[in-house]
């Protein structure tokens, strides 16, 4: 089984690829102008900040970058394409020739390059609307080689792209579409327009079994692009025409070559090594970390000042917290929730909340394992019935937690451990 | 200040009632003029101009003379435009020109051009409207456009000086592509200074267009080379009526001092083919976006499929750009997209070397058109290869971007004969003052004086 994959991200600029219109504008058809809208006589301009991300990304993929990238033509006619062409790369793109590693397993990059979003079509069911505020905007396509073999490569390479791509700054949360071409046999099939993860690797399954099942049968899967859908988690051949369309390419004569050697590019960062990197050195669960920091840069920064100050499973245990009820603070700040958990003092989002504000909590005396113990024998004295009660139900051991961690003060994840441990049950 | 009359005069054919009211309308343009010049300081800041019709004026009709476009109002001005109009240059109307810049000759318009010197030949193309109005109007200087000669071949036909700048010298923007990576905005006018004047104004960056770049400091100051080639070869393919004019021309000009040496360069045999290579698969990708609903000519039935509905709009370009669609799209298709276009760019870059060579030792001189103008009905009888050869001596320079100018060098039979400088890439100025020499014992003819002072 081969699969390859174009990922398609839009570039989080504030001005579109070719001119000075603003992006991701709500209002249809406000941020428009004859070079977007492409009146003749326009020409385009290149954005260069748009040049920045895309060869930052090149970078951060291992890409061998040329000297000089170009632009080029690709001529097809459709309503959401108002020159008709639309400004690719094709010869000299920003970068070619990169990887990614998942472990030991390397998913080869083909190819990374900048292009131009067409218009937004809505279509109704007795006419069609056209948003060209979309028109123009920089996409980065991303194509990989058809390497990936297992729903958990596509997986763990959707993932790990996402992570590089947020710590360049790429809005991760803005769509991402992918083709997905795979192939069982010789056949290549193209699944277009697939967005998220899960659609992805839901298109992917099924692609699989419909083909596996054909080739059973032994009939060859055919050529052809399909369409994923969402609702039904199935594909289907796309109507329209497909099969290597033919697009007369030519060099795009309005734009220059644009040299690379002198364009400022942004300095990756790899999640997923610095995770393995830490869970080595301070013997903690990499997935946990990775889950942690592969798409949030304040907790990565948080890891990165306190691990040489603290034990991991506090700073596991705080970024946690964190993460739970969504704040992001300094290290300074911090310092003060690590106390909490080290001191196994209640982490409630009031709490943590106060504490990003810059205000202060009481951490008290602090308050020992073997004080909570004491407590929860004091509770079970109290209600001698609790115990058969929580081996027959272990979710009635809640109501123990919340009054000892109410008592004490106490964290309410390690009451939890505590007292399963005293009553035998797993948590 | 835009005279609508005086458009549709540029527009139509120049007829005997037209003049009376071209240059009334002319006379109280001058007037406006004044004033404005008056306000602004200075008398001479402004001509007349008048803008060919594949250049956008804001607010004015632009169709590159195509039904397509038809009723296309750009919203913006070209550069060119905007910074003339700063400078006080009023512009009169746009000028006639072949669909596209599609034609040698000024017949491929609705209203196919006719040469002031004689109504029964060509005015040459695709600039003819831009040469008719400075042949006929004095006090006037016309932006026009050349691709592949549209300066040079109705320059010479009509007898005025046609400049073409060094690609990427003036700003497209503003320009509707023919073949961008050979399209060049220049001037023309009665006079090498005139011609300077206005391209003083018009040259330099602009951050609208990317292929746009500075003159080297100094350019200003170039002088004409004392040296100047005849590239023998290419004279094979001249009428022997202009090779006799010709032979006149290089020995006043080794009279006035010039060194006139013979070259040859056997690369420029395959230019014509190249250039029309080139500028037919850049064509067919800038015309692909007349598909009829956003500007100019539009389809009212929007209920057809999208295929279809482009289809219908796309019936409306004339038969040379329906041929050149045809063989652009062909020429980029996968299958012979190695053998011919990337080819002819590695043979351009070629042939680029070897002229640029040539050129920086001295200037070339050449005839701008290896015949004299023909009869309308003669060329309407060519078929499309004959009209393609008629640019043998334009295409080499036009093709690898060299700044060449047409100036009349002779009349045979009241009819002007033009003679070409080409130069080495940014030599402007010194080809300007090459023919700014020749004008000091050369007095130009013109068919009608409209609009003096």
Same mark, same amino acid.
């Given at each position: 089984m081969k699969i390859g994959l174009e990922v398609h991200v839009a570039l989080p600029t504030k001005t579109k690829l070719f001119c000075s219109c603003k992006t991701y504008v709500e209002e249809p058809n406000t941020s428009i102008c004859p070079i977007c809208m492409g009146m003749p006589g326009s020409k385009p301009k290149l954005n260069k900040e748009a040049l920045k991300i895309g060869l930052s990304v090149s970078e951060a993929l291992h890409c061998k970058i040329k000297s000089r990238i170009g632009f080029v033509r690709k001529v097809y006619f459709y309503p959401d394409l108002p020159k008709s062409y639309q400004i690719s790369q094709l010869y000299d793109p920003v970068g070619y020739n990169g990887y990614v590693d998942l472990g030991s397993k390397r998913i080869n990059i083909r190819r990374v390059q900048l292009e131009e979003d067409p218009a937004r079509i809505y279509r109704e069911d007795d006419y069609t609307l056209l948003d060209f505020?979309?028109?123009g905007t920089p996409l980065l396509e991303i194509v990989t080689e058809p390497d990936i073999q297992s729903e958990e490569e596509l997986r763990g390479f959707y993932a790990e792209l996402r992570s590089i791509l947020y710590y360049l700054?790429?809005?991760?949360?803005?769509e991402m579409k992918a083709d997905l071409n795979i192939s069982l046999s010789d056949s290549r099939v193209e699944i277009k327009n697939v967005t998220g993860i899960k659609n992805l690797v839901d298109a992917a399954r099924y692609e699989i079994k419909r083909q596996s099942a054909l080739i059973e049968k032994g009939e060859e899967p055919r050529v052809e692009t399909r369409s994923y859908l969402p609702e039904r988690m199935t594909t289907e051949r796309t109507r329209e025409k497909e099969t290597d369309e033919e697009y007369g390419y030519i060099f795009e004569p309005d734009l220059t070559f644009y040299s690379t050697t002198n364009v400022e590019k942004i300095e990756p960062v790899y999640a997923s090594a610095i995770a393995k990197e830490y869970a080595e050195k301070y013997g903690a669960s990499e997935k946990t970390l990775l889950e942690l920091i592969a798409y949030d840069r304040n907790a990565m920064e948080l890891l990165e000042t306190s691990a040489h100050r603290h034990g991991m499973q506090s700073i596991i245990s705080a970024l946690e917290t964190l993460k739970k009820f969504k704040v992001q603070m300094d290290p300074e700040k911090f310092e003060k929730v690590i106390a909490l958990v080290e001191a196994n003092a209640a982490l409630d989002a009031e709490r943590i909340n106060i504490i990003a504000k810059g205000g202060e909590v009481k951490i008290g005396k602090g308050i020992s394992e073997k004080e909570i113990e004491e407590d929860i024998e004091k509770f079970i004295a109290k209600n001698p019935g609790i115990v058969e009660e929580a081996n027959r139900n272990?979710?009635?051991i809640n109501a123990i937690v919340g009054k000892v961690a109410k008592e004490t003060g106490a964290n309410a994840k390690v009451v939890a451990e505590l007292v399963s441990k005293r009553l035998g049950i797993k948590p | 200040m835009i005279s609508r009359s005086i458009e549709e005069f540029i527009k139509a054919q120049p007829g005997k009632e037209y003049y009376v009211k071209l240059a009334e309308e002319l006379a109280k343009l001058n007037k406006e003029l004044n004033a404005f010049n008056n306000i602004n300081g200075s008398? $001479?800041?402004g001509y007349p101009l008048s803008v060919k019709d594949n250049i956008c004026v804001k607010g004015m009709e632009t169709t590159a003379s195509s039904k397509v476009l038809s009723g296309y109002i750009p919203p913006f001005n070209a550069t060119a435009v905007e910074r003339l109009s700063a400078k006080g240059f009023g512009v009169i109307g746009k000028t006639n020109m072949d669909e596209f810049g599609? =034609? $040698?000759? =000024?017949?491929? $318009?609705e209203s196919p051009a006719r040469n002031p010197f004689d109504k029964s030949r060509v005015a040459g193309g695709s600039s003819s409207g831009a040469a008719i109005a400075t042949s006929i109007i004095e006090n006037h200087v016309a932006l026009a456009e050349s691709t592949g000669g549209s300066i040079a071949a109705p320059a010479s036909f009509c007898g005025v000086v046609g400049f073409t700048p060094t690609y990427g010298v003036v700003s497209r923007y503003g320009l509707i592509d023919y073949g961008n990576s050979l399209d060049k905005i220049g001037v023309m006018g009665r006079s090498a200074a005139r011609v300077r004047y206005t391209f003083d104004i018009i040259k330099g960056r602009d951050r609208y267009d990317a292929t746009c770049v500075d003159l080297p400091? =100094? $350019?200003?100051?170039k002088q004409a080379s004392k040296k100047l080639f005849v590239i023998r070869n290419l004279l094979e393919h001249v009428d022997e009526s202009i090779k006799k004019s010709f032979e006149k021309t290089l020995s006043k000009l080794s009279g006035m001092g010039f060194e006139i040496e013979e070259g040859e360069l056997k690369e420029l045999d395959s230019a014509i083919a190249v250039y029309y290579i080139i500028a037919m698969a850049e064509a067919s990708t800038n015309l692909a976006k007349y598909t009829g609903f956003k500007y100019g000519g539009k389809v009212d039935d929007f209920s057809k499929e999208y295929n279809e509905f482009f289809t219908e709009a796309r019936e409306k370009f004339g038969k040379e750009a329906k041929r050149r669609v045809v063989l652009g799209t062909y020429i980029r298709s996968a299958s012979v997209r190695d053998k011919y276009y990337y080819k002819a760019l590695q043979i351009r870059r070629l042939i680029g070397e070897k002229i640029s060579e040539l050129a920086r030792k001295g200037s070339i001189i050449l005839p701008t058109m290896p015949m004299l103008p023909p009869k309308i009905e003669d060329a309407g009888k060519m078929n499309p290869l004959q009209a393609y050869m008629v640019d043998i001596l334009t295409v080499p320079a036009n093709l690898t971007g060299l700044p060449h100018v047409s100036f009349p060098a002779d009349y045979i039979d009241g009819l002007p004969v033009g003679a070409q400088i080409i130069g080495a890439p940014y030599e402007d100025y010194a080809i300007l003052d090459l023919v700014g020499k020749w004008e000091e014992d050369f007095s130009y003819k013109f068919a009608y004086n409209l609009g003096s002072l």
């Amino acid at each position: 089984m081969k699969i390859g994959l174009e990922v398609h991200v839009a570039l989080p600029t504030k001005t579109k690829l070719f001119c000075s219109c603003k992006t991701y504008v709500e209002e249809p058809n406000t941020s428009i102008c004859p070079i977007c809208m492409g009146m003749p006589g326009s020409k385009p301009k290149l954005n260069k900040e748009a040049l920045k991300i895309g060869l930052s990304v090149s970078e951060a993929l291992h890409c061998k970058i040329k000297s000089r990238i170009g632009f080029v033509r690709k001529v097809y006619f459709y309503p959401d394409l108002p020159k008709s062409y639309q400004i690719s790369q094709l010869y000299d793109p920003v970068g070619y020739n990169g990887y990614v590693d998942l472990g030991s397993k390397r998913i080869n990059i083909r190819r990374v390059q900048l292009e131009e979003d067409p218009a937004r079509i809505y279509r109704e069911d007795d006419y069609t609307l056209l948003d060209f505020n979309r028109s123009g905007t920089p996409l980065l396509e991303i194509v990989t080689e058809p390497d990936i073999q297992s729903e958990e490569e596509l997986r763990g390479f959707y993932a790990e792209l996402r992570s590089i791509l947020y710590y360049l700054g790429i809005d991760i949360d803005k769509e991402m579409k992918a083709d997905l071409n795979i192939s069982l046999s010789d056949s290549r099939v193209e699944i277009k327009n697939v967005t998220g993860i899960k659609n992805l690797v839901d298109a992917a399954r099924y692609e699989i079994k419909r083909q596996s099942a054909l080739i059973e049968k032994g009939e060859e899967p055919r050529v052809e692009t399909r369409s994923y859908l969402p609702e039904r988690m199935t594909t289907e051949r796309t109507r329209e025409k497909e099969t290597d369309e033919e697009y007369g390419y030519i060099f795009e004569p309005d734009l220059t070559f644009y040299s690379t050697t002198n364009v400022e590019k942004i300095e990756p960062v790899y999640a997923s090594a610095i995770a393995k990197e830490y869970a080595e050195k301070y013997g903690a669960s990499e997935k946990t970390l990775l889950e942690l920091i592969a798409y949030d840069r304040n907790a990565m920064e948080l890891l990165e000042t306190s691990a040489h100050r603290h034990g991991m499973q506090s700073i596991i245990s705080a970024l946690e917290t964190l993460k739970k009820f969504k704040v992001q603070m300094d290290p300074e700040k911090f310092e003060k929730v690590i106390a909490l958990v080290e001191a196994n003092a209640a982490l409630d989002a009031e709490r943590i909340n106060i504490i990003a504000k810059g205000g202060e909590v009481k951490i008290g005396k602090g308050i020992s394992e073997k004080e909570i113990e004491e407590d929860i024998e004091k509770f079970i004295a109290k209600n001698p019935g609790i115990v058969e009660e929580a081996n027959r139900n272990p979710k009635s051991i809640n109501a123990i937690v919340g009054k000892v961690a109410k008592e004490t003060g106490a964290n309410a994840k390690v009451v939890a451990e505590l007292v399963s441990k005293r009553l035998g049950i797993k948590p | 200040m835009i005279s609508r009359s005086i458009e549709e005069f540029i527009k139509a054919q120049p007829g005997k009632e037209y003049y009376v009211k071209l240059a009334e309308e002319l006379a109280k343009l001058n007037k406006e003029l004044n004033a404005f010049n008056n306000i602004n300081g200075s008398l $001479s800041s402004g001509y007349p101009l008048s803008v060919k019709d594949n250049i956008c004026v804001k607010g004015m009709e632009t169709t590159a003379s195509s039904k397509v476009l038809s009723g296309y109002i750009p919203p913006f001005n070209a550069t060119a435009v905007e910074r003339l109009s700063a400078k006080g240059f009023g512009v009169i109307g746009k000028t006639n020109m072949d669909e596209f810049g599609f =034609g $040698s000759f =000024g017949l491929n $318009s609705e209203s196919p051009a006719r040469n002031p010197f004689d109504k029964s030949r060509v005015a040459g193309g695709s600039s003819s409207g831009a040469a008719i109005a400075t042949s006929i109007i004095e006090n006037h200087v016309a932006l026009a456009e050349s691709t592949g000669g549209s300066i040079a071949a109705p320059a010479s036909f009509c007898g005025v000086v046609g400049f073409t700048p060094t690609y990427g010298v003036v700003s497209r923007y503003g320009l509707i592509d023919y073949g961008n990576s050979l399209d060049k905005i220049g001037v023309m006018g009665r006079s090498a200074a005139r011609v300077r004047y206005t391209f003083d104004i018009i040259k330099g960056r602009d951050r609208y267009d990317a292929t746009c770049v500075d003159l080297p400091a =100094g $350019s200003e100051r170039k002088q004409a080379s004392k040296k100047l080639f005849v590239i023998r070869n290419l004279l094979e393919h001249v009428d022997e009526s202009i090779k006799k004019s010709f032979e006149k021309t290089l020995s006043k000009l080794s009279g006035m001092g010039f060194e006139i040496e013979e070259g040859e360069l056997k690369e420029l045999d395959s230019a014509i083919a190249v250039y029309y290579i080139i500028a037919m698969a850049e064509a067919s990708t800038n015309l692909a976006k007349y598909t009829g609903f956003k500007y100019g000519g539009k389809v009212d039935d929007f209920s057809k499929e999208y295929n279809e509905f482009f289809t219908e709009a796309r019936e409306k370009f004339g038969k040379e750009a329906k041929r050149r669609v045809v063989l652009g799209t062909y020429i980029r298709s996968a299958s012979v997209r190695d053998k011919y276009y990337y080819k002819a760019l590695q043979i351009r870059r070629l042939i680029g070397e070897k002229i640029s060579e040539l050129a920086r030792k001295g200037s070339i001189i050449l005839p701008t058109m290896p015949m004299l103008p023909p009869k309308i009905e003669d060329a309407g009888k060519m078929n499309p290869l004959q009209a393609y050869m008629v640019d043998i001596l334009t295409v080499p320079a036009n093709l690898t971007g060299l700044p060449h100018v047409s100036f009349p060098a002779d009349y045979i039979d009241g009819l002007p004969v033009g003679a070409q400088i080409i130069g080495a890439p940014y030599e402007d100025y010194a080809i300007l003052d090459l023919v700014g020499k020749w004008e000091e014992d050369f007095s130009y003819k013109f068919a009608y004086n409209l609009g003096s002072l």
